[in-house]
């Protein structure tokens, strides 16, 4: 092969003129590709990290049963009117309930009923009295029979240490809404629902590519001039966090038709394609020839950001394709604006893009760049205020800084950069722990 | 069955009496007996949410190689000294490297070889120049071969545009401490390394079991006076979320020899074993029997907290038992104090109890207590402060607001309740998204 090879062309070729649009538009060009996936059924235990396909609505009030507050005794509050320390009452105990069981006598005035916590209130009574406020008698009737008997020394209001049915939510409430991502107290209104299958939408399955021949794969020894293909494991990590399944597929090497040919096989089995590599402008770059054909329609190649301003997306088949960055920080960066939303759009999520909230800058920020700036960096919350600080390196090409990373801050177009302490725009990354 | 069974004993036996604790002494009570648990090694697609078991140190320095930051042409920047638009200099391009490939020619004052970014820079290059900065121009030599030259126009700095060995990481560096656990960004550099199988704890295996005979499973029709078995399935999410396996076992009904059965089978299998309901202060618990007897160390059976101040703690055969309340607020908050710190100590996290940072509570707390409060509520940042509402209903027995909840709000004793605007101690919440 010629050292020249590919310099006859003179130049760069027309495919690398990109227009640079905003990231907000470049967002909103995605939605209307992203269609709602189907709801599929799945069991309680496995519904932890989806998404509910329909809204739950109470089947039931709850709780379903005036259910007793305390340990105590079941009385019928009338009984205590008037009572003291120097006129105490006395209740004979005739029943006793634990959780699960059912009141066996029907109280009347005088007598009480054992409770324990949880249990049901006998319906004629309406308070239920803590055991540790009184005191037992036993006495003998008439026919020689033990009886046992509660003194009260106070007055009980109407509704003490008794729940009332419906408290925490009435017969067809709204309990949880489509769209919302399953967690653990999620699970927990569901299991007290009986809702054992749950509707939910199915996850996104997610192809990635990596291109570029520089790629080893994790496995392979080192070799000079070369690099690991360390994205696709990053993105697949990614995917799941969003909510989608990764599908990891071989690495696409610099041959067009080649790449052609199997994207378009993606595209039949997976909801989106991601690629990563070989978006950057250099005559090897075959990402800008692909999203050019017929069949494909580009929604934006560049963006006004950094890192990862060449980012690409594109619809092919009604589904779409995004060309990330080699770069592993421009990569990691487009996943989240683009390709995240995307997902969670499919998956009828409520909160499509990350959390957004401001925070004051820790550390001055003194790059300067004409298009917006997504800077890893990381939270910290003192004396009550939220502050971000910008990672050491923040550089597209970086990739040591993403694990200390919990935010980008976003920095706006500047000239001089932006001071400790100024108010600044962040988004919150996921993480799968606190 | 007699209506007052159970009721001969006169009143609440001995087994009843309790001393609590602090929170803090209840948790440093627990964790002598949780110990680190096996190495094992897993592939690196495998790895996300694992804890790491051993350090990883950089195999090799990172860039390994001169990397080429942009997409241009190396020269020896010497050749640029003095140049500018009036006295442009003009170098013989004499090779081509794309990202992957090694330098072909050595290159010598004079001349330059086109490259991509991320590509390797030869050896003799010191700068490269980025492709936009310069011009193409085509020559013939005196044997009629077509020779490309470039012509540049201004001082190249040593250095510009080539990222030195090292740059992130130095061979040997540390680059991930064990005990940290596993996201996107760790999994990013362990592929960069090639550190393809993974060296992490094993996860602890966590058996649950419920008790109470008003316990119905989730798939069984509603009974009046009977509950539905919620909190199993809950902590099966917050043990997953802790790094822990969960297993699910059978609801043990209020029969001492069969829970003790049961109980002393799960010690044989699991590292630990989690109880849920009958502890609670009732004739019918038989929590407190289990944990009495001569094999079982009991370390505490009562805390200074609510909810959930009657969550027990033992040991036995070396391991522990939690036997958290039954009310649904209380079990989520014993697991998340005391059940958590235990599986993070087993898995070597370098982050056992919840994070803990300062906020401002944002609506008034009036309930008054002796006890320490870990109420329910949301984390909100307005304006770059932090503020947290406690919940609407936040007893013991709710289940409904877990759901709504990313923190608990201490509130230390109180007889007067804390006010809107004051700052307050909280802990944040595991959530599986941000």
């Not at 992203?34 to 069991?43: K, N, P, T």
């Not at 299958?197 to 399955?205: A, E, K, L, S």
């Not at 070989?278 to 329609?297: E, H, K, W």
């Amino acid at each position: 092969m010629s050292n020249l090879a590919g310099s006859e062309a003179g130049g760069k070729p027309e495919k690398f003129r990109r227009q640079a649009i905003e990231v907000s538009a470049a967002q909103a060009s995605i939605l209307p590709y992203a269609h709602l996936l189907d709801c599929e059924r799945v069991l309680l235990a496995e519904a932890q990290g989806r998404t509910l396909a329909e809204n739950i609505t109470a089947p039931h009030p709850y709780p379903h049963f005036r259910r007793s507050g305390m340990d105590g005794f079941a009385i019928i509050s009338a009984d205590t009117k008037g009572c003291s320390s120097e006129q105490p009452v006395e209740l004979e105990v005739v029943d006793e309930i634990p959780c699960g069981s059912l009141p066996n006598v029907k109280l009347v005035s005088g007598t009480a009923a054992r409770i324990m916590t949880g249990a049901k209130v006998p319906d004629e009574a309406d308070a239920v009295i803590m055991f540790e406020m009184t005191k037992e008698i036993h006495k003998q009737d008439a026919n020689h029979q033990k009886k046992k008997y509660i003194e009260i020394r106070r007055e009980i209001e109407v509704g003490k240490n008794l729940t009332p049915v419906g408290l925490e939510l009435a017969l067809g409430d709204l309990i949880l809404e489509k769209g919302r991502h399953i967690g653990t107290g999620e699970i927990s209104v569901l299991a007290t629902f009986g809702i054992h299958q749950v509707p939910v939408v199915r996850r996104p399955r997610v192809a990635v590519f990596s291109t570029g021949s520089e790629l080893l794969s994790v496995e392979e020894p080192l070799q000079d001039g070369k690099i690991r293909n360390s994205n696709t494991y990053m993105l697949a990590n990614q995917i799941r966090e969003a909510g989608g399944e990764p599908y990891i597929l071989h690495a696409i090497e610099d041959n067009l038709e080649l790449a052609r040919s199997k994207v378009a096989a993606a595209f039949a089995q997976y909801d989106i394609v991601v690629t990563t590599g070989g978006v950057s402008v250099g005559d090897f770059d075959i990402m800008a020839d692909l999203v050019t054909g017929n069949d494909v329609q580009m929604l934006f190649n560049k963006v006004q950001m950094r890192p990862g301003s060449v980012t690409t997306a594109a619809v092919k088949d009604g589904k779409l394709l995004f060309a990330l960055s080699g770069n592993p920080g421009a990569c990691f960066v487009g996943f989240e604006l683009f390709v995240r939303p995307a997902i969670q759009k499919m998956l009828g999520s409520s909160q499509l893009f990350l959390p957004e909230f401001s925070a004051s800058l820790g550390k001055a920020y003194s790059k300067v760049n004409s298009f917006t700036r997504f800077v890893r960096g990381r939270l910290d919350y003192s004396d009550g205020r939220v502050v971000v600080y910008p990672a050491q390196l923040d550089e597209s090409s970086v990739m040591i800084t993403i694990k200390d990373s919990d935010v980008l801050i976003v920095i706006p177009p500047t000239t001089t950069g932006v001071h400790a302490g100024e108010m600044v725009k962040v988004l919150k990354l996921p993480r799968s722990t606190a």
